[in-house]
Each structure stands twice: as C-alpha cells, then as structure tokens.
C-alpha cells in the first residue's frame, strides 16, 4: 500500500455528453498529472458513450462555500418571489415562454 | 477453403486473443482502481477485436464458430508471438509488453485498411482508433515509469531488457504473411518495422532506456512453436470448454 503522502492528488471529472450542452461533474479520481487525469477520465467515466468531451481539474483548485454559511448566503433569497420573472402578462399569441 | 487466408487470420487474431487474456488476468488487480479500469477496457476492444477476426476465419474454414476457434485449439495451433504471451510479472513488463506490441499494432491497422479484403479492411478500420488509444495509453507510461524514480526506472529497465529482444519477432516474415503480402490481403511488415522504429526509438529515448545488448530471443510463436507459458495460458482459458463441452451462460 501507498502511504498517505504518496498518494495521487484528486482531481474532478466533467463531461460534456453532446455538442452544446455544458460540462457537468461526474466524479472524482486519483491521477499524478493532467494527462493522466483526462486518460483516467476518459477510462472511468465515458465507457459507455458518456462523453463528447472531459475537463478535469485538481480537486485543490476549487474553492466552495461553507456549509455552515448557508444561512446568509442563501436563506435571503427565499422571500423575494418578485426575482422571478412571474408577474408580466403575457399575450396568448406566445406560447413558448 | 482458402487454407492460407484462414492461417492469416489466425495470425492477426491470436495476438489480441492471447494479449487480452493477459489483461484481463489483471481485473481487480490493477495497481489502482483507474489504471485496473484502463487496462481491463483494453482487454475488452482486444477481445472485440478477436471475435470479429474468428468469426470470418470460422466462415473462411467453413466450418466450426469463433468459440471453437478461441477455445478448442491445441497449443501448436495458436500462433500468436512470444512478446504476447510473456507473463504480468509487474506492472513495468504490462505496460513495455503492451507498448512493444502498441506500437505494431497500430501501424498494422493502417496499412490493413488498404486491405484487398473488404473484411480484413473494415476490422482494421474498426480497430485503428483503439490501437490508436492503446498506445496514447502505454506510451505515455513509458515515459512514466522511465523518466519517473530511480525505482519505477530500474523495474522498466528491467522488463525491457526481458521483453525486447522478443519483439524482434514481429517482423519476421512468415510463409503465410509473405503470401498474404503479395496478393494485396496482408500488410508488409518491413514498412511496419520502419514504422515501429520510428514510434519506439523516440519513446526509448524520453525513457531513458538502454537498448539490452541480448540477441533476439525465440521467433518461433508464429509457426505454433511457445513458450512454457503459453500451456498456463491455455489451461485457464479453455478450462470450462475442455470440462464441460459446449457449455453455454
């Protein structure tokens, strides 16, 4: 077994599953460099036709909000109703909207 | 039946039957559950590949299935090289056996695409780009594994040494591929050499590898002639059939 500090760092895995739609996360895995990341992606996560396209990028890198802050970063949105865009009439001739 | 197409078909088969087998051997054993992954998805193109090769030389033979051809054949009539059958004796000797044998392959594919034989044509079509993936995969290793710690270096070192001078091999023309050649069915294995030098030399170099001063080892894999690991090989890949004939799951 490895020890701890020989370990790979982790990276995190997004695909593209077709042309013009957005990248999204689909795991994580273990790898000692880019290259080695995208061929592990490619091996793990898109074997069965998943993907047109893999960005990875080390987990380290990416920085993300506090559990325990939830409450003022999100909270304060839940009562302004008038953010979403549900108070216009609309003409009947409009049907996709 | 065409006896020398059917042999030729043998030839290309066997390869990625044998190598398959040995990647497969490594399912639940990879050094980590990515590359365990990797390599376990390489055996199964192999394996897509070998059936697409015996069920045309099934056709070719007029008789028998791609199942009787992968499992019900006797040592002396399988005729895969020597590289191939060369155990998993760490990962080092995985990844410089399936670089060597890479390195061919694709070349191979290319030129087998131009194949007089629309079958031979469209399996090589089918099998260029996972060649092409395969040896994306074991070269990158390569320079990995040689340019990385003294230790990952010594353990290639050692696995080329072991493993190079079998690749000689490859290109050692046989009856059958000299036939196969000049009728326009089979590659010509003297531009897949110059091909192979041209991949390997490069990747030797980034790896700092020492070419071994060994001659070339035993050529005679392609006239059914193996190694003692071959038999090994055989016992647990035809066990089930060899027990229980025509079993099926």
Known sequence: MMSKNNEWPIWEVFIRSKNGLEHRHVG???????????????????????????????SKHIHAT???EAGELFEPAADKVYRHPTFYDLPEELKHI | MNNSLYIYLLLLGDNSLILGHRLSELCGHGPNLETDIALTNHSLDLYGQVRSYYQYAA???????????AFLRNERQYYNVLLIEQPNSDFAHVICRQFLWDAYHLPLMRSLMKSKDDQISAIATKSEKEASYHLRFSSEWMRRLGDGTEESHAKLQA???HLYPYSF??????EIEKEMKENGIGA???LIQTEWKKTTESVFEEANLKLPDTPPALTKGKQGIH???????LAELQYMQRAYPT???
């Open chain 2, 247 to 249: 079993m099926e799951w």
């Open chain 2, 188 to 190: 010509n294995l003297s």
């Open chain 2, 159 to 161: 696995a080329f040494d």
């Open chain 2, 227 to 233: 190694t003692e690991a071959m038999g090994f090989i």
């Open chain 1, 28 to 58: 994580s895995l273990h790898a000692a460099g880019e290259e080695m990341a995208l061929e592990n992606a490619r091996d793990v996560y898109t074997r069965r036709q998943e993907g047109v396209s893999i960005w990875v990028v080390e």
């Open chain 2, 59 to 69: 056709e070719v033979k007029g008789e028998g299935t791609e199942d009787s051809i």
């Open chain 2, 169 to 174: 091999e490859l290109f050692k023309e046989t």
């Open chain 1, 66 to 68: 506090n559990p325990s």
